[in-house]
C-alpha cells in the first residue's frame, strides 16, 4: 500500500490518510454493483457509498470522481483476474486467456464493461481510460503470448499478430455483449483452431 | 406504404390513418439524434416529438411504445442503407459491405446503436429486437456472400463460414465503438486481406 504515485494508474490520487485495502476493495465491488445496475451516467458517489454502507467522504479520500474511482475499479479488477499464460504453446495460451476473459466478461465486470460501452461516446475522458486502461492491458497479454510463440517458432513472425490480437478481442466482446451468446469452452475452441492458428501458422 | 402486417417488422403496429412515410422517416431521424445524444434509457417519446416538431399523438399512432420506435428505426435504417453487394469475388464483396457497414456506424445510427449496446443487459426485449433486426441482416448478407463465393468454386465450402461472419461483425463494431479507431478502407483491406480472406481459401 505505496502512497508513491503509481505509474499505471496517473489518475489515483492518494491523500493524507494510508488506505485501507479491504476497504478500497468493498467501495470497488459496491461500484461495479451500481454500474451494472443503472449504468455509467446515472451512477453516484452517493449511490455507491450507500451500498458499500461508507461515507461519501471516504470515497472523496480515495478517488476524486467518479471518473476516477470507475476506472481504477476496473483496471484493478482486470490486472487482478486476467494473469498472463504460460502454458508452452500458443494455441493453449489463448485459450487460457479467452477463457479467463470470458469469465470475467460473462460476470458484473462485463456487466458494468458494457454498460461503460454505451457511454462512451458522450464521455471522452471516460473513452480514453478504458481504451488505454481496460483495452490495452488485454492487447498487451495478447501480444506476449504471440512474441513468446514466434521466440519458440511455433509461429509464422511475419503473421498478422496485430490483426490477430484485435480479431480475439473483438470476438469475445461482440459475441458476450452484442450476440450476447456464451463464449465457453466450445466457443473459444472453435475461435482458436478455426480462425485464429491457422492466421498464425 | 402497405398497410398489410409485416413478417420482418412483427413489433409495428398499424393503427387507422394511412401511413405518411416522410413523417415517418422525420420522426426515425429525431429518433436517432435523442438518442445518440442521451442514450436509451433517458429517451423519452416527448423529446422525440419536440425535436420532430410533432405532437405525440403522432407518434403513438404509429409505434406503440419507445421500444418499438426505437427498433422500427434501426431496422428501417439498416435495411435501407445496406445493400447486398454483387461485385463477382467474394474479397471485394466482403470490401464493399464492410465499407457501406462502417460508414453507417460512423454515423448517427452507429451512435445511436452504440448507446443500445449498453442498454442490453438491462432490456432484455430491446437485447432480442437487437439481436433479431440488427445482428442478424448483417449476418444475412454476410452468409449471402460467402455462399455466392462457394457456388463460384472461389472459396473452400469447408471453410469455417460462421467464424468468419461473426469475426467480420465482430471485427468492425469492435474497431469503431471500444478501440474508437476508424474502420476506413485501409483497415478494411487488412480485414479482408490478412484475415477473412485467408481463412476462406
Redesign the interface.
Known amino acids: 500500500m505505496a502512497t508513491a504515485p503509481q505509474a499505471e494508474q496517473p489518475r489515483t490520487v492518494q491523500r493524507g490518510r494510508p488506505r485501507d485495502a479491504s476497504r478500497d476493495d468493498a467501495l470497488r465491488k459496491a461500484t461495479l454493483e451500481v454500474m ?1 445496475d443503472v ?1 455509467y ?2 451512477l453516484t458517489m452517493d449511490a455507491v457509498a450507500a451500498r458499500a454502507r461508507a461515507g461519501k467522504a471516504t470515497i472523496y479520500r480515495r478517488w476524486e470522481s467518479k471518473l476516477e474511482l470507475v476506472i481504477d475499479t476496473c483496471q484493478e479488477l482486470v490486472s487482478r483476474n486476467i494473469p498472463q499464460p504460460d502454458t508452452g504453446t500458443v494455441a493453449d495460451d489463448l485459450r487460457e486467456f479467452l477463457s479467463t476473459y470470458a469469465t470475467l466478461l460473462t460476470g458484473p465486470i462485463g ?1 458494468a464493461a ?9 464521455e471522452p475522458e471516460l ?1 480514453e481510460a ?2 488505454t486502461g481496460f ?1 490495452s492491458s488485454q492487447r498487451k497479454i495478447l501480444r506476449r503470448i504471440l512474441e513468446a510463440g514466434t521466440a519458440r517458432g511455433e509461429i509464422r513472425a511475419d503473421a ?1 499478430h496485430g ?2 490480437v ?2 480475439a ?3 469475445l ?3 458476450l ?4 451468446e456464451p463464449a465457453d469452452p466450445t466457443y473459444i475452441d ?2 482458436v483452431d ?2 485464429l492458428m ?2 498464425l501458422r
Not at 114 to 122: D, F, K, N, S, Y
Not at 177 to 180: A, F, K, T
Open positions: 451494472a449504468g451516467r446515472a456487466k458494457q454498460a461503460l460501452v454505451g457511454e462512451l461516446p458522450h473513452a478504458f481504451r483495452l498478422p490483426m490477430v484485435e480479431l478481442g473483438a470476438a466482446t461482440h459475441r455483449m452484442l450476440i450476447g472453435r475461435l478455426e480462425a491457422p492466421l
